[in-house]
C-alpha cells in the first residue's frame, strides 16, 4: 500500500516570506506527485504536478523532486495571506487514482 | 463552461436510510472517482471507475455502491450499512493515459457534505 506523509502543521510564515511545504512517499516505483490546494469548506484544486527529479517552477510556486530521497516539496514564494489554505501532496496510484497525504495547512500571517 | 457538478451540496441523512450524491461531468473524461474527506484528514479513496459498466472498490468500499452506466455520471449511494456516513464527499475526474503526464490529473467537483442525524 503506497502511503504519502506530510507534516500536518499549522505552519505559520510572515507575508512575503518563502514557504515551505514537504512530503515523502513510500513506494520507490512512484512516478507522478501533484499538489492541490484546499480552502476550508472547498474542494482541492491543483497546484502543480512533477514528474522529473529536478525542479518545476509556475509564478510563485516551485515543485521539488527527489525520487532517491522519495521527498516532494512544494515552495511558495512571496506568499500571500490568500496562499493560507491545506495543500495536500498525491502520488498516483496504480489504477490512475491518486492517493493523497493529510495535508498541510499553511497561514501566511500579514 | 466544462466541469464536473454534485448534488446535493449539503445532505442530511436519518439512522437507516440510504442516499444517493450525484456526480456529473461534461469534461469527455473517461476516468470517475469518489473521495471521502474526514475533518483533518487526507482523502480516501471509496470507488472508481475507469470506462462504462466497469467500476472497482477502492479502500473504503464497505457500505457504498456505484453505478457507472454512462460515460458523464457515477452516482454514489451511501447505504445503511456505511456505519459512520457523516463525511464530505468528492467527486473527481481524469483522462485516461499511459504515459507519466498530466493525463492523471484529477479535476474534482464542488463537493457534498453528508450529515447524519
Known amino acids: 500500500q503506497k502511503e504519502v506523509e506530510q507534516n500536518s502543521g499549522p505552519l505559520s510564515v510572515p507575508e512575503g516570506a518563502i514557504a515551505s511545504l514537504n512530503c515523502t512517499y513510500s513506494d520507490r516505483g512512484s512516478q507522478s506527485f501533484f499538489w492541490y490546494r484546499q480552502y476550508s469548506g472547498k474542494s482541492p484544486e491543483l497546484i502543480m504536478f512533477?514528474?522529473?527529479?529536478g525542479d518545476k517552477e509556475d509564478g510563485r510556486f516551485t515543485a521539488q523532486l527527489n525520487k532517491a530521497s522519495q521527498y516532494v516539496s512544494l515552495l511558495i514564494r512571496d506568499s500571500q495571506p490568500s496562499d493560507s489554505a491545506t495543500y495536500l501532496c498525491a502520488v498516483r496510484g496504480s489504477q490512475g487514482n491518486l492517493i493523497f497525504g493529510k495535508g498541510t495547512k499553511l497561514s501566511v500571517k500579514p | 463552461d466544462g466541469g464536473i457538478t454534485q448534488s446535493p451540496k449539503y445532505l442530511f441523512r436519518k439512522e437507516g436510510q440510504n442516499v444517493t450524491l450525484s456526480c456529473e461531468q461534461n469534461?469527455?473524461?473517461?476516468?470517475m472517482y469518489w473521495y471521502r474527506q474526514d475533518p483533518g484528514q487526507g482523502l480516501r479513496l471509496i470507488y472508481y471507475s475507469q470506462i462504462v459498466n466497469d467500476f472497482q472498490k477502492g479502500d473504503i468500499a464497505e457500505g457504498y455502491s456505484v453505478s457507472r452506466e454512462k460515460k458523464e455520471s457515477f452516482p454514489l449511494t451511501v447505504t445503511s450499512a456505511q456505519k459512520n456516513p457523516t463525511a464530505f464527499y468528492l467527486c473527481?475526474?481524469?483522462?485516461?493515459?499511459?504515459?507519466?503526464?498530466?493525463?492523471?490529473?484529477?479535476?474534482f467537483g464542488a463537493g457534498s457534505r453528508l450529515t447524519v442525524l
Open positions: 512533477i514528474y522529473s527529479n
Open positions: 473527481a475526474s481524469s483522462s485516461r493515459g499511459a504515459t507519466s503526464s498530466g493525463a492523471n490529473v484529477l479535476t
Open positions: 469534461l469527455n473524461h473517461d476516468a
